[in-house]
Each structure stands twice: as structure tokens, then as C-alpha cells.
Nanobody, 123 residues
């Protein structure tokens, strides 16, 4: 069983930055694929970024060049650095995990989810 705990959300002005963290319990974190998803009110859950156990990354087009996903296997933590934030980035951000060496871009493939952290971009 893996538990995921997100942190780092908050209120930021447009153009600002935030770094989200997702700490995972348990062992063998290095063989888990990790993903960040977001959901705004009235919208469907949306993939933001994923990182494989080998460090391969994937981003949704709307965040490319602004967001960076990374992982520190020694700390069992995955990060989402968000720069140049826009009001449309406002959402609850949730991390997810699945034990695989593959790149995972489908929400249904993840079997562990955190509770989420609110990100609000507003002046």
C-alpha cells in the first residue's frame, strides 16, 4: 500500500511560481511511475505531467515550458515546479502513482492517489 501526501499549494498572483510536493510512503518508490493531475470546478480531471521510474517526462501542451516534473527517489518525493502561472491553472492538484517502469498517461492506470492540494492563481 502506498500513501501519497501533497503539499505546496496556495494563492499566487498571475506570473508567479509554486512548487508542489508529493511524498510517498512505502518502499520501492523508484519503480513507481508518478503523475500530477488537476481538476477545476466544473471541469474534468486533466493530466498535467507524468514521470516514469526512469525519469522520462510528459506534459500536457498547456503547461509545456512553464511546469517541470521531477523526482527524488532518495526522499520518495515527486515535485511539480510551476512557473508563469495563469488564472486558468487554478485547480486542485493531485498526485498519483502506479508500480510500473512504463510511461503512464492514463488516469485509470494509476492505483494510488493523494488527497489533492488547492492552487489558486488570482490577483
Amino acid at each position: 500500500q502506498v500513501q501519497l501526501v501533497e503539499s505546496g499549494g496556495g494563492l499566487v498572483q498571475p506570473g508567479g511560481s509554486l512548487r508542489l510536493s508529493c511524498a510517498a510512503s512505502g518502499s520501492l518508490f523508484n519503480i513507481y511511475a508518478m503523475g500530477w493531475y488537476r481538476q477545476a470546478p466544473g471541469n474534468l480531471r486533466e493530466l498535467v505531467a507524468t514521470i516514469s521510474s526512469g525519469g522520462n517526462t510528459h506534459y500536457v501542451d498547456s503547461v509545456k515550458g512553464r511546469f517541470t516534473i521531477s523526482r527524488d527517489n532518495a526522499k520518495n518525493t515527486v515535485y511539480l515546479q510551476m512557473n508563469s502561472l495563469k488564472p486558468e491553472d487554478t485547480a486542485v492538484y493531485t498526485c498519483a502513482a502506479v508500480r510500473t517502469t512504463s510511461v503512464v498517461q492514463t488516469a485509470a492506470s494509476y492505483n494510488y492517489w493523494g488527497q489533492g492540494t488547492q492552487v489558486t492563481v488570482s490577483s
